[in-house]
């Protein structure tokens, strides 16, 4: 290595007295203190770097913070569309599917507006007419039970002389009991009405006429499409069937 010149150890400012050249001892001294202002003049400016650099780095923290949060909720969002496909949306329409079902669908009926001939409250006496008819009924080859008493001491007729309707049952044998003050015309709904039950051309009972379900009307055998209108006349034999379609 070359000899170091006095110079390179004395900064640029510093007041150095010439005369010292020639003195060993003030050379040895002049460079000492030339060397201590060099360490300190480097300390200084690399603190000042290092302030630099630090006020230019950029906040990676918080960017980092902020893409995290990205993909954290893009991966929730699939997983919800995925849950979306795999259940049907049975996932998020539970609750209103749950009210639905307990929505009861109430159907229209018939006996909601009563024929006035129903409303006829009559006993044995005085009689104009007095005849009888035999009902069945089937639903989907299941022939069902028409209750006994149907017309007797009912909400309507309930008073001594006055406690059966126009057409009545006394057993369950389905014979109808169809008798009036008057010689009057009576249709087979008058009686549907006193039970309390729907039947015309659209159906019967809770039962209604579909694409798939068909609602037949039978007098003696052969085929009436008079339904509710039908006129009851003495000993006829009355059949009402709702069943499959024929294919």
Not at 93 to 98: G, I, K, L
Not at 202 to 226: C, K, P, Q, W
């Amino acid at each position: 290595m070359g000899k170091k010149n006095y110079a390179d150890s004395i900064h640029q400012g510093d007041n150095i007295d010439v005369n010292v050249v020639n003195d060993p001892k003030a050379i040895i001294e002049s460079y000492e203190l030339g060397k201590q202002a060099n360490k300190k003049s480097k300390k200084s400016n690399h603190t000042s770097k290092n302030k630099s650099t630090l006020s230019k780095k950029p906040k990676t923290k918080n960017d980092g913070t902020i893409f995290w949060t990205i993909i954290t909720t893009l991966s929730l969002a699939a997983l919800l569309i995925l849950l979306a496909q795999q259940y049907g949306g049975d996932l998020f329409n539970q609750s209103s599917d749950d009210s639905s079902e307990n929505d009861e669908i109430i159907l229209a009926s018939t006996a909601d507006n009563p024929d006035p001939i129903a409303q006829n409250c009559l006993d044995h006496s005085g009689l104009a007419r007095h005849d009888h008819s035999n009902l069945n009924i089937y639903i989907n080859g299941v022939e069902q039970m028409i209750p006994s008493s149907v017309g007797i001491n009912t909400e309507v007729c309930n008073q001594e002389g006055g406690n059966m309707h126009a057409v009545h049952t006394h057993d369950g044998s389905g014979k109808l009991h169809i008798e009036s003050n008057e010689d009057i015309d009576i249709p087979i709904g008058v009686f549907f009405d006193i039970w309390g039950v729907h039947f015309n051309e659209t159906g019967i009972f809770d039962y209604r006429v579909n694409s798939t379900h068909e609602l037949i009307m039978t007098i003696d055998g052969l085929a009436n499409y008079d339904f509710d209108n039908y006129l009851l006349i003495d000993g006829k034999e009355i059949a009402v069937v709702y069943q499959e379609r024929a294919v």
